[in-house]
């Protein structure tokens, strides 16, 4: 490894007395190599994304709330439970085309959960989902806020979440002698999905893909189908955490999606070594991407298309040294084009709360369009 980002002496957290093992893997299998030209065709591959099709949509139910109209819509990915999502609009809008955005959920250890977490369907939020966006939100249930300011959104939920659960039934004993039977229901299903991820992302390596491959398929499918409804202009997509992970992936492997805010995810993968690869998901980590390129290098392979990166100061699973420089290699990529990239540092931690998701807003209605080249209003 590179001796500004790993000191074999001092060791690696978590590695201990097998640290070493970083500088002979770095040695022996050339990681982080300076990105190729092929970068996103070779990624897509190495990563296994699968082709899937928003198929047979259908309209669920319809509502409206206050200032905002509601669909839920499903569809069939070919594969699993339907995937259920929510699409929010201004209410006054009407038929009216208006920028798109599909607003990506977070990870957050919380799976009962998908698309609840950050839009509000007819029903009140549960108390775990309240919970959640108090302490990672602002208390906001922020997808429709974005409507309200002018937008189309889709919050769909991934392989894993709300309505594309894994039953416990299908769960190994293993997954479920781990859950404490006072938890509630939701809660309960959360801790035996956190052992039940690396089933799944045994399963998709020995299909040859991976869990990002597989989420990043559904995503690509979900703006697939954003993007051809006729109340959508151009299609935008935004995330925190897993979320911001799932728009970065999104934004590299999707020439349709126009700008990606990713908040509070990116990071190089050689400053994670130190401490932080247990705090995140499997979805970060595809096998054999490090030899490929550093995640910067591919958060930053849509370059010159717009992209807004978020990092959080005080952020307690992502380190200091690796924001730093995924920012300068990022800006490195868009040295060309250097306005179409921001990269903002916020004395925040690990969350989008409100005063991220106001810039993230004012940034969005920036670089996206409704149909006739303005904003409906």
């Known amino acids: 490894?590179?001796?500004?980002?790993?000191?074999?002496?001092?060791?690696?957290?978590?590695?201990?007395?097998?640290?070493?093992?970083?500088?002979?893997?770095?040695?022996?299998?050339?990681?982080?190599p300076p990105p190729g030209p092929e970068l996103r065709e070779r990624a897509r591959d190495l990563l296994g994304v699968l082709d899937l099709t928003a198929a047979d949509v259908r309209v669920e139910r319809t509502w409206t709330a206050g200032e905002l109209s509601g669909e839920e819509v499903s569809w069939d990915v070919g594969f699993g439970p339907r995937t259920r999502a929510h699409v929010l609009r201004p209410r006054e809008a009407g038929g009216a085309a208006l920028p798109g955005v599909l607003a990506l959920h977070c990870h957050a250890g919380m799976k009962w959960a998908g698309k609840e977490k950050i839009a509000d369907g007819p029903e009140a939020p549960s108390p775990e989902v309240t919970r959640l966006r108090a302490a990672?939100?602002?208390?906001?249930?922020?997808?429709?806020?974005?409507?309200?300011?002018?937008?189309?959104?889709?919050?769909?939920?991934?392989?894993?979440?709300?309505?594309?659960?894994?039953?416990?039934?299908?769960?190994?004993?293993?997954?479920?002698?781990?859950?404490?039977?006072?938890?509630?229901?939701?809660?309960?299903?959360?801790?035996?999905?956190?052992?039940?991820?690396?089933?799944l992302a045994k399963y998709c390596t020995v299909l040859g893909t991976s869990y990002a491959g597989v989420v990043a398929g559904e995503d690509l499918a979900a703006a697939a189908y954003l993007r051809?409804?006729?109340?959508?202009?151009?299609?935008g997509c935004a995330g925190l955490s897993g979320g911001g992970l799932r728009a970065a992936l999104l934004g590299a492997f999707d020439p349709g999606v126009e700008a990606v805010a990713a908040i509070a995810m990116i990071s190089?993968?050689?400053?994670?070594?130190?401490?932080?690869?247990?705090?995140?998901?499997?979805?970060?980590?595809?096998?054999?991407?490090?030899?490929?390129?550093?995640?910067?290098?591919?958060?930053?392979?849509?370059?010159?298309?717009?992209?807004?990166?978020?990092?959080?100061?005080?952020?307690?699973?992502?380190?200091?040294?690796?924001?730093?420089?995924?920012h300068t290699m990022i800006t490195a990529h868009y040295r060309q084009a250097p306005a179409?990239?921001?990269?903002?540092?916020?004395?925040?931690?690990?969350?989008?709360?409100?005063?991220?998701?106001?810039?993230?807003?004012?940034?969005?209605?920036?670089?996206?369009?409704?149909?006739?080249?303005?904003p409906w209003r």
């Open 136 to 199: 990672i939100y602002g208390g906001r249930a922020w997808a429709g806020e974005l409507a309200r300011r002018g937008f189309t959104v889709l919050v769909s939920d991934a392989l894993g979440w709300g309505s594309r659960r894994v039953p416990l039934a299908d769960m190994p004993p293993s997954a479920l002698a781990c859950v404490p039977a006072e938890l509630g229901e939701a809660d309960r299903y959360d801790v035996a999905a956190a052992h039940h991820e690396h089933v």
């Open 340 to 374: 179409d990239y921001t990269g903002v540092f916020a004395d925040a931690g690990h969350e989008f709360g409100l005063p991220a998701q106001e810039r993230v807003f004012g940034w969005l209605a920036g670089h996206l369009r409704a149909d006739g080249g303005g």
């Open 268 to 326: 190089s993968y050689r400053d994670l070594l130190d401490g932080y690869v247990a705090g995140h998901t499997w979805m970060l980590y595809p096998p054999g991407l490090s030899r490929l390129c550093d995640l910067p290098d591919l958060v930053a392979c849509a370059a010159p298309r717009p992209l807004f990166v978020w990092y959080g100061e005080r952020d307690a699973i992502l380190p200091p040294s690796g924001m730093r420089r995924a």
């Open 228 to 235: 051809s409804r006729p109340d959508t202009g151009s299609v």
């Open 1 to 32: 490894m590179p001796s500004d980002s790993v000191d074999g002496p001092r060791g690696l957290r978590h590695l201990g007395e097998f640290s070493a093992l970083a500088e002979i893997a770095a040695a022996q299998r050339g990681l982080f």
